[in-house]
């Protein structure tokens, strides 16, 4: 089995920070990719930030230049420093993993329970 879990949302103030940490843990041999996602009150689900093998990242263009997507490989963690954030980032954030089992010779994504992240004005 495969675990997905986030720690690190919480209420915030405009203009305030938070960080998402996502820890993947169980039967793993390769995390190929991490990602942010996100859905607010009555929106879709849209891809904040992702993040491959070598570092090669990628942003929605809503945030860029004031979220950072990271990961420690060493620990199968992923981060997700946010900064000067707005009331409109209020959301659930999920994290995403793609890994390969011990054992498996395919990719599969894993997804974690969510966290809610509020910003108020």
């Known amino acids: 089995q495969v675990h997905v879990d986030h720690s690190g949302g919480g209420l915030v103030q405009a203009g305030g920070s938070l960080r998402l940490s996502c820890v993947v843990s169980?039967?793993?041999?390769?995390?190929?990719?991490m990602g942010w996602y996100r859905q607010g009150p009555g929106e879709r689900l849209e891809l904040v930030a992702g993040?491959?093998?070598?570092?090669?990242?990628n942003y929605d263009d809503f945030v860029k230049g004031r979220f950072t997507i990271s990961r420690d490989n060493a620990k199968n963690t992923g981060y997700l420093q946010m900064n000067s954030l707005k009331p409109e980032d209020t959301a659930v954030y999920y994290c995403?993993?793609?890994?390969?089992?011990?054992?498996?010779?395919?990719?599969?994504?894993?997804w974690g329970q969510g966290t809610q992240v509020t910003v108020s004005s």
């Open positions: 169980g039967n793993i041999f390769n995390i190929k990719a």
């Open positions: 993040i491959r093998s070598g570092d090669d990242t």
């Open positions: 995403a993993a793609d890994v390969m089992r011990v054992g498996d010779r395919t990719w599969k994504t894993y």
